[in-house]
């Protein structure tokens, strides 16, 4: 990969030192909305949809829409020609070389900064989790095509995002709502990051409204340049379960003797999720995955939350959004 000028002043004539037209695949799924949304409201951008052909999708007011054919490249690549910025958004059930195609297709195209789908927790700096599930290497590996293939990543890393993770079953953060029942690992008192949606989405559009490069050897603004092939930390909140628990039952006017409270050793959950994993049971991935972030030896990472002006967040109002979309995925809770 050819290493390019610095700074803007040594760029060619037509360079223009700023995102202007951004692709985006899954613009109506969970966080694609979220994306999209964000995206719009920040006004800089064309934002372009990529749907698979002959899809009823009806996408927001202001989004292009640009129908392809996965078994298609040239579809591909004419959807991609002049965008400066692709987001990959993928649903795991989405087939496992679709994100390859997306990448290939790019680089063919001239995209030069793409978003992988790998969202979630900090795998790039834990080898352990590496060996251990296999997903992540393979996740891993879509990340590193990018480089390959000539292109930089921009890699968007919250954690766990907040909402899902508290109101989506036991195996995440532990809580069972129409059981009221609660898992805590260890004694609940293990802080980790966790992101909402919506601040996901003001680091995406903080993202692409950065400028590409600094402009000469004296500005020393924050540039997209600074993250390329690099994880961008944010997060919310540094959180323990005990006080996720202290903000449901405020909310929901509980106390602990609404919920059976039970503790297992962070250690054990993994080696149990990874168990269940081996068995084919998909549930045991995220149970390995989150208790691996429960370890007590720590995973608060710094984030770039300042660089990118994000703004701090109410945990109380967080976690009144989980519980509504608990509640739309027919939860009780």
Same mark, same amino acid.
């Given at each position: 990969?050819t290493?390019?000028?610095? $700074?803007?002043?040594?760029?060619?004539?037509?360079?223009?030192?700023?995102?202007?037209? @951004?692709?985006?695949?899954?613009?109506?799924?969970?966080?694609?909305?979220?994306?999209?949304?964000?995206?719009?409201?920040?006004?800089?951008?064309?934002?372009?949809?990529?749907?698979?052909?002959?899809?009823?999708?009806?996408?927001?007011?202001?989004?292009?829409?640009?129908? @392809?054919?996965?078994? /298609?490249?040239?579809?591909?690549?004419?959807?991609?020609?002049? &965008? /400066?910025?692709?987001?990959?958004?993928?649903?795991?059930?989405?087939?496992?070389?679709?994100?390859s195609?997306?990448?290939?297709?790019?680089? =063919?195209?001239?995209?030069?900064?793409?978003?992988?789908?790998?969202?979630?927790?900090?795998f $790039?700096?834990?080898?352990?989790?590496?060996?251990?599930?296999?997903?992540?290497?393979?996740?891993?590996? =879509?990340?590193?095509?990018?480089?390959?293939?000539?292109a930089? *990543?921009?890699?968007?890393?919250? =954690?766990? *995002?907040?909402?899902?993770?508290?109101?989506?079953?036991?195996?995440? $953060?532990?809580?069972?709502?129409?059981?009221?029942?609660?898992?805590?690992?260890?004694?609940g008192?293990?802080?980790?990051?966790?992101?909402?949606?919506?601040?996901?989405?003001?680091?995406?559009?903080?993202?692409?409204?950065?400028?590409?490069?600094?402009e000469?050897?004296?500005?020393?603004?924050?540039?997209?340049?600074?993250?390329?092939?690099?994880?961008? $930390?944010?997060?919310?909140?540094?959180?323990? &379960?005990?006080? +996720?628990?202290?903000?449901?039952?405020?909310? +929901?006017?509980?106390?602990?003797?609404?919920?059976?409270?039970?503790?297992?050793?962070?250690?054990? #959950?993994?080696?149990?999720?990874?168990?269940?994993?081996?068995?084919? /049971?998909?549930?045991?991935?995220?149970?390995?995955?989150?208790?691996? @972030?429960?370890?007590?030896?720590?995973n608060?990472?710094?984030?770039?939350? /300042?660089?990118?002006?994000?703004?701090?967040?109410?945990?109380?109002?967080?976690?009144?959004?989980?519980h #509504? *979309?608990?509640?739309?995925?027919?939860?009780? @809770?």
């Amino acid at each position: 990969m050819t290493t390019a000028p610095n $700074y803007a002043k040594d760029q060619p004539p037509n360079f223009v030192n700023a995102i202007r037209n @951004v692709a985006i695949v899954g613009a109506t799924g969970q966080i694609g909305k979220v994306f999209t949304e964000h995206l719009l409201g920040s006004g800089n951008q064309v934002v372009t949809a990529l749907t698979r052909a002959g899809s009823e999708t009806t996408l927001p007011d202001g989004v292009k829409n640009a129908p @392809v054919d996965y078994n /298609d490249e040239a579809t591909l690549i004419a959807a991609l020609k002049g &965008q /400066d910025f692709l987001i990959i958004t993928l649903a795991l059930s989405a087939p496992p070389d679709t994100h390859s195609k997306l990448v290939r297709a790019a680089a =063919n195209a001239g995209v030069p900064y793409i978003m992988p789908n790998a969202y979630g927790t900090d795998f $790039y700096g834990n080898p352990k989790l590496l060996d251990d599930i296999s997903a992540l290497r393979y996740i891993l590996a =879509n990340v590193k095509e990018i480089e390959q293939v000539g292109a930089s *990543w921009i890699g968007l890393t919250p =954690n766990f *995002w907040y909402e899902y993770s508290l109101g989506v079953g036991p195996f995440t $953060y532990g809580f069972d709502f129409p059981n009221s029942a609660v898992t805590f690992y260890d004694e609940g008192t293990t802080k980790i990051n966790t992101t909402t949606w919506p601040q996901c989405g003001r680091a995406l559009a903080a993202l692409v409204n950065l400028k590409r490069l600094p402009e000469d050897e004296n500005d020393d603004s924050v540039t997209l340049a600074q993250f390329c092939n690099k994880p961008v $930390y944010i997060s919310s909140f540094k959180v323990t &379960q005990r006080e +996720m628990l202290d903000s449901i039952n405020k909310l +929901m006017d509980r106390t602990d003797n609404d919920w059976k409270i039970s503790h297992q050793p962070a250690a054990e #959950r993994y080696k149990e999720g990874l168990e269940e994993l081996a068995k084919g /049971d998909g549930t045991g991935f995220l149970k390995a995955l989150y208790a691996s @972030v429960f370890d007590p030896a720590g995973n608060v990472f710094e984030t770039h939350n /300042d660089a990118l002006g994000l703004p701090k967040e109410d945990l109380d109002e967080a976690t009144l959004a989980a519980h #509504r *979309w608990a509640i739309a995925q027919k939860r009780s @809770v």
